[in-house]
């Protein structure tokens, strides 16, 4: 490979990166407005859900449960019904996701020591919300019952049995954006090698200019890596716009070692341009390679490799499928060495199934085009 | 005028024709999207990996690890020896959860006393975590009560939920109907884009304008193609939601149409103002990317509107896809009609026709 002639297509590849001043500060700006949507709009917790009483017994236990109910983050008092026909318009026009029904003589039952029972109707079309309200709700009934067992001073004996004490490691204050700003640099390093690498060879074939660089004496490696090296200089400043803001804006901890992460961020950097490269060198005009490559890089890195959606209660057949794609080990890299603090004596076996399949893309790409040319 | 509209487009649909893998593109797309959503993006927690470390070893401690297993909530990938083992397989990520049953469990609650476990959460994924404490305490709970000495007192009130729309909360019949916002929002507004800058680019554009074809004639027999291949889109998912996936679509499929066919109005038009302000497919292609990103984001596609701050909850309501969002699931789920979703497709129309009125201005002074 010769070095006048890499930096000689690297040269070009800048030039024109640079005379489109729109995409690069697009790719520059992108990272940190999801950054910040992620950081600032999106709420994983699911809170303040909106709930709807009918309560026809209207008495003081009632209105206490009621206030149990609501007075926490979880439930906000959105309307109170005075008919029970109005529960279904409630929830149809989304004014409450959940609806509770205290029957009348709850109190009287409670005070004759009768089972009491209360109903809830909860709107399930965002299954998300609607399995945590229903835990919520049993579990503040439950709570409230205990209160008043406790206040009326019923014996020990009943209450529960075992007692877990429970520690969260990691990410001690469940904060969201701790969760995501690791998994966002391996989405946003994914996403540049779909949107930008993608369109590098594809580019010049459709525009003709391939036939130039074919007739001069560039060889396939060395056009490869003259056309890589911009890119990664812009990944890496992205890498390092978002572990920087992360950590300014939302305290977010780099625990491992500093110069692993990197090495390993090169690494899956290498196997997301070799992915982008793929597309490029087998798709014929631009529009199939940026479809390609939404579907086969930024969709599957965005859905199923761990980013919000967990990984282990996905099919087994799509688990052991998505085991073939980088971002998968990367994400499990990004998150430990950032929150975990966690070193190649735990992270090896993914580590060598990145490097596996960064060589396993670049080479592919590497031959692909060879016999294109 | 008609047939110069006619004869343009067919010359796109030819070239599309001709263009097999974008064709495959455009109807593979949807369907790939539709069995990601349907199998595997869920957000029901389950078969969670947890390793256990039983000092005990008695019969009661031996029926709670079981217990765990069997649930299906949890999945057991290893027992350990010793407590200080249990860092390593949640630091890898191989489990989330760690349970640690001190050697004395049985003895105290043979006692009646209270008999402390220790839970260990990896938090990384707070959903995952939250979620897993929960299962966590309800399982000890009920091995507390089914195994005679205490548990929580007879519950003095029952609990009788009823869940409507969704009544498995099944994922898919969330997800499923939200995959044709997905497709006609980011697919079509960066392919409408790239279809007419590459014309620019290539050069064929100033053929185009030569000819008697007029600049509104363009700018439909453009758009109108891919308007037609977004409604097989939508035919297509709503086919494969209802006989594949068994999603019930509960309201009417006209209105649903007639709201794609709107929404429309502005994923075209979005395409069409990228297209005036790129020079290249790149350019056109990172614009569109750009807007329709953090619009996807916030239209409460994944994420719930109401869990978002006041001032991002606003700005949400200038996004068209949240409307089409909220229409989408509520004719799919709900089985709501206009008499409730008036007020979405009002607002729709209303965005969806500023948006391509201004594009189309836009576009055809650019050709003059």
């Known amino acids: 490979m010769n070095r006048v002639r890499v930096l000689a297509v690297a040269d070009k590849e800048i030039r024109s990166i640079l005379r489109d001043p729109r995409s690069l500060g697009v790719t520059l700006l992108l990272p940190a407005v999801l950054l910040v949507l992620y950081g600032y709009a999106i709420n994983f917790d699911v809170k303040h859900i909106p709930l709807a009483v009918y309560d026809p017994d209207g008495s003081r236990e009632s209105r206490d449960l009621v206030e149990a109910l609501t007075r926490t983050e979880y439930f906000r008092l959105a309307r109170v019904l005075s008919r029970p026909a109005e529960a279904e318009e409630a929830l149809a026009t989304a004014a409450a996701k959940v609806v509770v029904i205290i029957p009348t003589g709850f109190a009287a039952g409670l005070a004759a020591g009768r089972p009491v029972s209360v109903q809830s109707i909860i709107n399930g079309s965002d299954s998300l919300t609607a399995s945590v309200s229903l835990s919520y709700l049993s579990a503040m009934m439950q709570d409230w019952t205990r209160r008043r067992a406790q206040a009326r001073q019923v014996p020990a004996q009943a209450l529960p049995g075992i007692r877990p004490e429970v520690r969260v490691w990691y990410n001690e204050d469940l904060a969201s954006v701790k969760f995501i700003t690791p998994g966002l640099v391996v989405v946003i390093l994914m996403m540049l090698a779909a949107l930008l690498t993608s369109q590098t060879i594809v580019r010049e074939r459709e525009r003709g200019t391939m036939e130039g660089l074919v007739v001069s004496p560039v060889t396939a490696g060395e056009l490869i890596a003259g056309k890589l090296a911009p890119y990664v200089i812009i990944a890496l400043a992205d890498v390092a716009l978002v572990a920087g803001a992360g950590r300014l804006l939302f305290d977010v901890p780099l625990r491992g070692n500093a110069a692993l992460a990197f090495a390993l961020t090169l690494v899956y950097l290498f196997a997301a341009l070799g992915a982008g490269l793929l597309i490029s060198v087998l798709s014929r005009t631009q529009q199939v390679a940026y479809m390609a490559a939404l579907i086969a890089t930024l969709l599957p890195t965005l859905l199923l490799t761990g980013f919000v959606f967990p990984i282990s209660s996905m099919p087994k057949v799509l688990q052991a499928i998505v085991q073939l794609h980088p971002a998968t080990h990367f994400m499990v890299i990004a998150r430990g060495v950032s929150l975990k603090g966690a070193g190649l004596g735990v992270l090896w076996p993914r580590t060598a199934a990145l490097c596996a399949l960064a060589a396993a893309l670049l080479t592919a790409s590497v031959r692909k085009f060879r016999k294109a040319l | ?368």
Not at chain 2, 258 to 278: D, K, M, W
Not at chain 2, 295 to 302: A, H, N
């Open chain 2, 1 to 368: 005028m008609r047939r110069r509209l006619r004869y343009l487009m067919r010359k796109e649909l030819l070239q599309l024709r001709r263009d097999r893998r974008m064709l495959g593109m455009l109807v593979m797309a949807p369907l790939l999207q539709l069995f990601i959503f349907g199998y595997a993006v869920t957000l029901d927690i389950k078969q969670i990996p947890l390793v256990v470390c039983d000092r005990d070893r008695r019969a009661e401690s031996r029926e709670l690890v079981g217990s765990f297993a069997r649930s299906g909530q949890f999945e057991l990938r290893g027992l350990v020896d010793s407590p200080n083992q249990l860092d390593r397989p949640l630091a890898s990520g191989r489990a989330l959860v760690g349970l640690y049953i001190p050697a004395d469990f049985s003895k105290r609650r043979a006692r009646g006393e209270t008999a402390p476990v220790q839970v260990l959460l990896d938090g990384t994924d707070m959903n995952s975590a939250g979620v897993a404490a929960g299962y966590t305490a309800a399982l000890l709970a009920d091995h507390a009560r089914r195994w005679g000495r205490g548990g929580s007192p007879a519950m003095a009130v029952a609990h009788h939920p009823r869940v409507w729309y969704n009544p498995e909360l099944r994922s898919v019949n969330y997800m499923v109907p939200a995959v044709i916002c997905m497709i006609l929002a980011t697919i079509m507004t960066a392919v409408t884009a790239m279809a007419l800058v590459r014309e620019r680019e290539m050069g064929t554009l100033e053929q185009l304008i030569v000819t008697p074809i007029s600049s509104l004639e363009l700018m439909l027999g453009k758009t109108l193609p891919f308007a037609g291949i977004g409604l097989v889109d939508v035919c297509l998912i709503v086919l494969v939601a209802r006989y594949w996936f068994g999603v019930p679509v509960a309201g009417s499929v006209p209105l649903l149409f007639l709201s794609a066919a709107i929404f429309l109005l502005t994923t075209l038009g979005l395409g069409l103002f990228i297209s005036t302000v790129s020079r290249t497919q790149q350019q056109a292609m990172l614009t569109a990317f750009f807007v329709i990103m953090p619009s996807v984001i916030l239209s409460g596609f994944m994420f719930p509107i109401e869990n978002m701050p006041r001032a991002i909850q606003w700005v949400t309501y200038g996004i068209p896809l949240r409307y089409f969002v909220e229409i989408v699931r509520g004719i799919f789920l709900q089985g709501i009609g206009m008499e409730v979703l008036w007020r979405q497709l009002a607002a729709l129309v209303g965005l969806g026709g500023t948006i391509f009125a201004l594009s189309a201005a836009r576009f055809q002074k650019r050709l003059e």
